[in-house]
């Protein structure tokens, strides 16, 4: 009989950081239990008794250093052998004393990920060489990131400040935080490339001591959001403490061949809850931006360019996520949702009306097609509808609309084709057409 495969459970908020420990170690037949939080991980723990727990440390909610305590106060013995992953080293001997058997510096090599595993996987801890080898294979991987940075940046032919800053603008208003900014590293440091918000992260500043979690992003390689950064040890004293600054939500930029080169994150100095869903969308704003970087670099033309037609507009791929997200945080927490398809001449005069609008707080648009585009927003309350009808007739002022079909929901799936649907019927009259979803919702709700 073959010998059951052993159980790796990660715990780890960035998704892209689980699939890329998936692929690693399922390779190399272990069966992997992902948890994106730390009181996920608990329970896996509990319920499914991992052999060995990979654990990030900075998690929203509870972090690394909790975990590893909770862990031993709340779990029966035997507690599974945990390796603690982190860009920060100065966490390495407080995450030892908390019963981590090993500590491990982001970005781990993929050999260096299953030499530590199976150590853990027999309660051993690294020698002190294998130990040094890995601080070299990571401080290498961190050197090569920056040269590939500054080859990157050289290549630019085209002024991408300006449309960085934009991106930004559109990015502060659809979180509704105080500041959205673009980085990269340029002459061995990460600088601000654009910025929207506060006034004091000028276009080359150096984020070292500003917003010292931007490193562990371009360290790692992974996402990072700190709902209140003063809850955080490594945040609230010290040479990574943060001024002004309580919320942060970072993803990484990447070069052509996958190495973390920049930073795109969102501040705030109250604290902000956030949710899965809310790094999806930023994920995806880093996905789109690291693709524009890659087709710079290769000096592609703009009608070649992810986001071509400007901040407030995305391609389809990204708009179908977005949305997606949000009708997740709409079923969970409640309010309304608009969603409105629109033919016209000109989709980049709804990217200027998205920019205008009075409050772009989850307003969104993406274009379907060379003359139709979708426009949604999601409000707490029920305002939705009110405000897309407020955007459309400011711009039909503006520019000739040759049709709209919209949708509005309270709570379920609202598929982008449904409004086309009803543009589609409305082109044929000649009339604009509206598609109330709740009723349908609430009559299926009735049947069940």
Known sequence: MAEPKKRILVVDDSRDLQD??????????YEVIPALSG?????????????????????????GLEFLTRLRDEIAPPIPPTILCSGFELTEEEALRRGALMFVRKPVSRDD?????????????????????ERANSAATRLYARKTAANLVSTFQRNIEERAAGHMAWLAAYFGVETALA?????????????????SFTVGLSLVEK?????????SGSSLVLADAS???????????????RFFAGVPLLAPEGIPIG??????????????????ILEQVGRQGSQLLKLLALGRPDAELPGRLGPGLMLRPSLDLLVDAELRLLRRNGGSMELAVVEMDDPQELREAVMRARNRERLGAGELGPTRVAVYKRDRAHGAADEIVDLLSELETRVPLNGVG???????????????????????????????LQHEVMRSSQHA
């Open 183 to 199: 980085s990269l590293m340029d002459d061995g440091r990460l600088s601000v490339l654009a910025a929207a918000g506060n006034p």
């Open 113 to 133: 990920l299953l030499e530590f595993v199976a150590l853990g996987l027999h309660g051993e801890r690294v020698s002190p060489e294998t130990a040094a080898r």
């Open 20 to 29: 890329a420990f998936r692929l690693v170690l399922s390779e190399a037949a």
């Open 39 to 63: 009181a996920e991980g608990l329970q896996k723990t509990r319920t499914l008794r991992p052999d060995l727990i990979l654990l990030d440390l900075i998690m929203p909610g509870m972090d």
């Open 231 to 245: 809850k955080h040890a490594c945040f609230s004293a010290g040479p990574y403490r943060l001024e002004g600054v």
């Open 406 to 436: 919209a949708a509005g929901i309270a709570g379920s799936h609202l598929p982008a084709r449904l409004a086309e649907l009803e543009l589609e019927e409305g082109l044929l009259s000649g009339q604009r057409q509206r598609l109330v």
């Open 263 to 280: 930073v795109i994150c969102l501040i705030d100095p109250r604290a902000r809850a956030t949710s899965a869903e809310d790094l999806m």
């Open 211 to 219: 917003l010292s979690p931007c490193y562990e992003i371009l360290e």
